[in-house]
């Protein structure tokens, strides 16, 4: 894995900054002979998209995918795939004012003080434009994956949680938040809105639960499927924290409470099953690898650092200044914060899947 | 990264299993004439190492280090450090039973459905011993990066948590728990002997600051320094979650509350300082780059899968069994993974630092 | 390394098909701080550019580059940088007969049996054209080593070779060929068009130094910097050998012919000066590592396999078919592969420029 | 591929210095259930073993390789395989007079002018020893390609080479100089002999074919079959050149000539069979990709650049001096270069099996 790359047989690099031209992946090492044009990618990124409800920031993109390479006739080649999403509405004047000063929370000075420039229109490469692109690859992974099914859905808002007996999935695309609990959505809703016109942001969290993993993805001891999760929704913008199955709370758990017990499973067509567990502690990963149970992840997104209250900062050149964000940005940055945590769970899959293939046939 | 290797540029592959005749590390990238030998890697190997109180695993091993190549005259020749630590102590009789038994929580099923095989020796390679390893390379790792001060403590056992007002760094060395705070040290001696006494075990959580960090170090997108720590702890035996700064609490944090303000900073000899931040809500990373800050870090760990109690399990013919590890376990596996997170840290700084100066000069 | 991305810290990964809307590559982990802007990079492109001359392909392409992200306000921001060649002038019906024909010495076979696929329209992701991509990345890696100087020139065509007594380097971009000696192009001048009026093809031998490379760059034992370029020139289309220094003729040295004997240098500024070295046999690279001296390697191009001449062969069918193809080709394409070398020259050196950085400081 | 690393999906990383106290391999990636012990890597150890003739150093060294993981009950578990050998016959005192002085032609002055310090007893980590890591490693890999056939010998000593009419592959093993024309051999005692008690030595040059690779491995553009062959080659010791096919002999044939023309084959079990080719130019791989006919490769090796004969050089104090290298060295290294250039043809084929396994199914 280079900076800008991620995964290790299925791979892809992201490029392009906030106010640039455009932006874009590609995607390397797609088993060819997929079915795949841009229809398949757009719904992806619709979801993620900006500005479709006022919980989320009001910049106006498309984000109208492009496919440049890899496919041929309607296919895959097993040529590097290229995506190109242009930027149609960028505001970058917004963004005089902070072209100096370091707003707090945010990448701005350490971004300049690693590389001595930055690209501060709309926060450059550190931008959560940048999932976009994610987005688009991801949409290509789960053609490598089509026995896996992938849902994420945010769990929690400014410390308000979903009641998990009232979980529906079905709900989930019916409301802004992508949320699974009609109450709590509702909830939410006088929340966002509030923080919003406060001038403020809140923090969210996005649970994602993968079906139909197979057992033995995954690769000991650095390639472990859970740690390669970690390091994806780790990279994803904003967030802080990742859990797999019961993650904290199983460390106040006892070895007996923890302990996933198994019981002989369904014979299947070709003989003996797999085991059937009696619970999911793990989250379907124990020593790296999949056991077949669903794969369970959890991330923490702090609340957005661009907001409208003042904050102390600095500026480039050593000054104190008080820093006020404006320009357009989501209240609360974790719900588009769900399809890239789908997306990326999908890009850790495929490559796992391919690279089990590799050394297991 | 490879299957068994971590890192980028400083990066170390790791060989073993827990009943073999060895294990090992070799560290690749290294700089030069850095002085080394094994008197330089020992103490870290004996802060991890088994049978030292009642509190972890009564397997007997030395742990002793051998270098095998790389450095010459006691230095550092910039050539791949071959480290070797031999077993001594196993009593491969003791898993005569679990031949066959997957142990609930333990990666024997996920093993035999990747690999069709396992050694299932102590865990094979899927033991905690394999970690003995990480510590010796992250011994060197620590030469590379002087101006950094990592300390990982124990902050939490089945659920009872230090008092942050009881934080004391220089306890943290004299109680068996790598604990900073004497009356935890206290309740957990009751706690985890309790543990013990009833074949059963308890999980735990590692707190891990590095002060000295420079700004500057990490990379985006894909190679995020809190990216690559978090893969780096998700990849340790029996953990479950991650935290960089304030983690999940971040999630339930306004934007005012969350930004870490900033001022200007002592103007240091070259002229205008670093600044001087309010907060550490971030944990010393934003944009996956350092800010100068203390890089902040937390991980689960679940509790020892190996318990005395008897579980429901299958075994490799697909029957209903019980299964009751017998052998010499850890009644609390976080305890030791104290040092493990103290090397890790260090590992992924290393590379960070060497990776940051290959682009950044 | 993965499949379409080369390098180890500046790595640049390419995509795109010969008939597709475009080709390009994303550059990674370029040092910030470089001027570049597009005209940084056309004057390259302009000599690997088709239709120049009548001993090239008459593909009209005006190859321009786009620069899509990584630079701000004409600098490189340290982030990825992502460079666009829009495709003017494919002719794709060209191609209707070869759709199911498998080209003689072209990889349409290999291609189909491993893909079960193939974009057949002027030899798609396998076209020389992809080189483009590579040349645009070259010109960049250049920014990165401005210590070094490279020069790629024709040393021979169909077997016949420039008289080294007549070299002159200024004369290589006055001529058609990249060819460094006044007599041997006008001997090229009818051969090549020998060849093109019989339906025929010529191979090329190139040859390429690097001046101003300083002792020390290159890692043994798997990234020697003899081993990187060879694998950096054997992936150029059409190639089939590499020869670093005197290559093949110093196997036909003895011990004491080839050794490259020393002398103390002129002393520097800061004292003691690099050695006199009295020959280059070496070419520059001794265990992998450069010497100071110019790295010198040689690189044979077979001929082009799209010839007019109708040659034996099979289909997708698995029929017996004689096969000619028509289509714009180039009648030596040995020709344009001398700027080629030159980018992958600077590449492989800007590469191990900062791993050399990265490891030694 | 990281500096002391080779390889994508089977990977495998070396360590040790000449006279240190043991070399080694740890090869990663490999697939289970694989039948191994020492006994099927000892005879190909044995076959590059030095001190088996006068024509090749006397230095004594039983090359014995131990297993210290990744086997269980005789068979490989998918973990990684550690391969150490020690060694036995190190007399670092030969080399008290060259701790100061650079042998010409040797990587003594390119290490110090890295690194700032070198081994430099015996080459340190720059000799020729390591190749027996290669060559164990390459063991392992021939059991992941049982396909494959694969057959290395010298073809050409001092410019002397053999008559392909001659070519008779049963004398290969029966001969000191891996010779498969007898009549050479014969001539190359008295060439070799000539050239060591002149205290002088030859060049060679080493020809490899494998057969049995299927069409379809390899991947495009920078995962070449050719390409990674030419790095693995030319990564060896003392080698100036690498060949794929004809090599430059293909850059003096026309296109008609060149192109491997291709008819259909005799159909198989399964319907259609593979085309036959008239011919093997390309040596088996073309736009990288391998087509089914016999992969073949040349490499040339440089005459050993230890010598008796006196040569002029500086010391590592900047003074000129005279180096006459004592110790025991080949008189031609490129002799025991065959069995080397073997295992890393082993090593590049096994893991593009499993790449393409990865990508294609």
């Known amino acids: 894995m280079s900076m ?13 900054e906030s106010h640039g031209p455009a932006l874009g992946a590609v995607v390397d090492g797609c088993p060819p002979l997929l079915e795949l044009n841009e229809a398949a990618i757009q719904p992806f990124l619709d979801a993620r998209r900006p500005g479709t409800s ?12 492009k496919i440049l390479s890899g496919v041929f ?26 072209a100096k000063a370091y707003r707090p929370g945010h990448a701005d000075y350490a971004y300049d003080a690693k590389y001595g420039i ?22 290509i992974a789960r053609l490598v994956i089509p026995e896996v099914t992938i849902t994420a859905y945010v769990s929690e808002i400014g410390g308000d949680a979903i009641d998990r007996d009232n979980l529906d999935y079905t709900f989930i ?4 938040f ?7 959505a509702e909830r939410w809703e006088r929340l966002v809105d509030e923080a919003r016109k406060n001038g403020s942001s809140l923090g969210a969290v996005v ?13 000991p001891i650095y390639a472990k499927l859970d740690a390669d999760l970690a390091a994806a929704m780790m990279g994803i913008n904003a967030t802080k924290a990742v859990e797999i199955g019961d993650g904290f709370a199983a460390a106040r758990l006892t070895g007996e409470q923890n302990a996933d017990e198994m019981r002989p499973g369904e014979p299947g067509p070709e003989g003996r099953g797999a085991p059937e567990f009696l619970a999911n502690h793990a989250g379907g990963i124990v020593g790296g690898i999949s056991t077949g149970q669903p794969v369970v992840c959890r991330v923490a997104f702090k609340p957005t650092s661009s907001i409208l209250t003042p904050r102390k900062s600095i500026n480039s050149d050593g000054e104190a200044v008080d820093v006020r964000t404006k320009g357009r940005h989501d209240p609360c ?3 588009r914060g769900a399809p890239v945590v789908e997306a990326m769970m999908a890009l850790v899959l495929a490559d796992h899947k391919l690279l089990h293939r590799a050394q297991c046939g």
Chains 1, 2, 3, 4 share one sequence.
């Open 118 to 139: 930055r690209d501060y229109r709309g926060g450059g490469r550190s931008s959560a434009r940048e999932t976009a692109a994610r987005v688009a690859a991801g949409a």
């Open 178 to 184: 992508f949320c699974p609990d009609r109450l709590a």
């Open 333 to 335: 940055v974790g719900i």
């Open 73 to 98: 006739e309607g296919k895959t080649t097993g040529t590097p795939i290229s995506l190109m999403i242009e930027n149609t509405d960028q505001r970058s004047k917004d963004y005089g004012e902070i």
């Open 4 to 16: 800008n790359t991620f995964g290790r047989v299925f791979r892809f690099t992201t490029w392009g």
């Open 54 to 65: 006022r919980f989320t920031t009001q910049r106006q993109e498309p984000d109208q995918v």
């Open 207 to 219: 649970e994602c639960v993968a079906s139909g993993v197979p057992a033995g993805w995954g690769a």
């Open 173 to 176: 695309d019916q409301n802004p």
